[in-house]
């Protein structure tokens, strides 16, 4: 069985809860270290806490990193991967923006005896070799979380008899949109009253999720009683759709999201979103430590995985001052 790492993301620190090892301060590499780092995109928020993160972490720890923006296309993510083997950088880390069609180009970084870390998504592929750890949230549990707090929610203020969603799924294809689905589903589907009325792809982007929030309005505002998105961007545009259309969001239409980032505890605090589910993007010193480990011989964990909270609108207020992103 694969040994899975369990760590608490802070602030530039991250502490193992079972106390398998602490990183209390940048330690400097033994060596000289070269990362090619491809990133899905800047699509929202998280996105750019993610990078703000990696890059910070990448100059603490003196590693050298060659950070490319692939712009949510898979075709410029595997330019840039196949650039960094041949230059011949020491480690390849990237945030997939799918999971499949990775098999020949991990291949072609094995091949050049080249690790390759995963970080925050996963890929779907024949042969788990071709990479050596995926770090970051477990996705299902967050869809899981979301749909249990939804269901707790709905019947303390005693309208869980029939409950219609509507779900504004993440980019296609994406780790984050497929398993936020299934552990969602998984959650609710305990609860009879409760069901998916519509379901669309936001891109993980606040303006599709304004537009197809309005669009679903315009077509039957009366019955959808909860809106599910799948990060808080897009559930922020679509706060400002339900206002546009007249209603109050987080009375007229339960909102729940996925992220935790700072515009969403704003929102809370605003009253005009229930809940968040957290997903941490300060990556960037677990991706570090890794690489070093790596350099210097070490096994890392074939999956690390974040510990994260769920935070519900009574609760933003005093936790908003310790949300670093």
Not at 97 to 110: I, N, R, V
Not at 237 to 262: C, F, N, T, W, Y
């Amino acid at each position: 069985m694969n040994k899975v790492l369990r760590v608490v993301a802070l602030s530039g620190i991250a502490m193992s809860v079972l106390g398998i090892s602490v990183f209390s301060a940048p330690k400097k590499a033994s060596k000289p270290i070269t990362i090619g780092f491809s990133q899905v995109g800047a699509e929202s928020e998280w996105r750019t806490a993610n990078t703000e993160s990696i890059k910070k972490a990448a100059k603490d720890y003196g590693i050298t990193l060659k950070f490319e923006d692939a712009m949510n296309e898979q075709k410029n993510q595997i330019k840039s991967i196949r650039s960094f083997i041949a230059d011949k950088v020491d480690i390849i880390a990237f945030s997939p923006t799918t999971t499949s069609g990775w098999d020949e180009l991990l291949q072609e970084a094995k091949d050049a005896k080249i690790p390759v870390i995963l970080l925050d998504r996963g890929v779907e592929v024949k042969d788990n070799s071709l990479w050596v750890t995926l770090m970051g949230s477990d996705f299902k549990l967050e869809g899981v979380r979301a749909g249990e707090w939804l269901v707790k929610y709905m019947k303390k203020i005693g309208k869980d008899k029939k409950v219609n969603i509507v779900e504004l799924r993440g980019t296609e294809g994406s780790d984050p949109a497929v398993q936020r689905k299934i552990g969602f589903e998984e959650a609710i589907k305990k609860s009879p009253g409760f069901k998916i009325i519509k379901s669309e792809s936001g891109d993980f982007t606040r303006s599709l999720g304004k537009d197809i929030m309005a669009e679903w309005l315009e077509e039957d505002a009366k019955n959808i009683d909860v809106l599910f998105a799948h990060n808080d961007d897009m559930a922020i545009g679509a706060i400002q759709a339900i206002e546009e259309a007249g209603l109050k969001p987080a009375k007229d239409i339960v909102i729940i999201s996925i992220d935790a980032v700072r515009g969403a505890f704003e929102a809370m605090i605003a009253g005009k979103l229930n809940c968040t589910v957290e997903c941490s993007p300060l990556l960037g010193p677990q991706l570090m430590e890794a690489a070093i480990d790596l350099m210097d011989g070490k096994k890392v964990p074939k999956r690390v995985v974040t510990d994260e909270g769920v935070f519900p609108a009574e609760v933003a207020k005093k936790e908003l001052p310790n949300r670093k992103y």
